[in-house]
């Protein structure tokens, strides 16, 4: 029922904020296992290995390193390292790939300043080699500030270098998108994966979609290139029939699906001819990314525990 799929929701993010709880379940057999579905290795050259069979069915990709709520300069500074080292890595092997980055990766939860500066260097380096970086959106509390420095990096760096995402949730993205389409951001259209009070953020699912549903259409009116990121074939289909209505050429506009998510939706879209974009993530701070997936689906959570019983 819906409140015991929003318990159980309720109850994952909880447990995603347990340091403790994700240094015993990162270790678990069974843990790890269903983990490998959504994410692609713990080091780049896995990554690599994925994005490559990817592009085999023609699909595109979006590199995440995993790592998010970062507490210290130091470790930001690795992180615009890694993020260096993978536009390098991207072009050498020459696989069809941008990248994806969070702010609170760049240190937003404790200098703001900060994370500009690290966000700054790597789109640099992606403007440098022609390449692209998505700046993730991540909960409510962040949106003012990430869109604040996604407008900063697009006037320094220009429209093909660096997009932000609205999540259909929130109460405000309507008037986001409009606002992001006027300025020529591109845009990545989510549900949004994040628990969220109802001041801010749509409590109804039914609300959420019509919400997606309304956006899409602000997107696919405004001539830019958005990415129209779900795995709902209700979603998928609003925005076919969104783009027929208007005469948009395939390619107008890509769609985007998580990694190990609904392969044969993504290879049909494929096949039809549309663009499709896969979002690879990998590191070893999987715990959060892979904490959201499950609360997503309540049917993930009870394929883990039936093979944490089973041993
Ligand atoms: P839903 O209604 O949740 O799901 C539709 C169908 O998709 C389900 O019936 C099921 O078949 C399948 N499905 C969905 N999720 C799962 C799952 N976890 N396991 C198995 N099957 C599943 N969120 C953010 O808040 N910020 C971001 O920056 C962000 N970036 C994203 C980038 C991409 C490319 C994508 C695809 C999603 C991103 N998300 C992000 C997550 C997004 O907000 C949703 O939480 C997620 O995509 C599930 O919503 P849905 O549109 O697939 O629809």
Redesign the pocket.
Known sequence: TADTTHLSRAALHFLARKPALKDVATRLGPFRRLASR?IAGESMEEALDAVKALGAKGLMA?FDHLNEAVQTPEETRAEVREYQRLLHRIDAVGVRANV?LKLTQCGLLFDEALALENARTVVAEAAARDSFV?I???DSSVTQVTLDIVRQLRAEFGEPHVGA?L?S?LRRTEQDAEDLCAQRIRI?L?????LEKPDVAFPD?RDV?AS?IRSMRVLLDSGVYH?I?????R?IEATLDHATRRGLPRGAFEF???YG??RDLQERLVREGHPV???VPYGRHWYPYFM???A??P??LGFLLRNLVRG
């Open positions: 959504f979006s994806s998505r993730d959106m991540e995402v999540q949730a990545r989510c549900k949004g994966a994040y699912k979609d997606f990415g990121a779900t795995h709902d074939e979603m985007q699906m998580l998510i609904r974009r896969i979002y959201r997936r499950l997503e689906r049917a993930n």
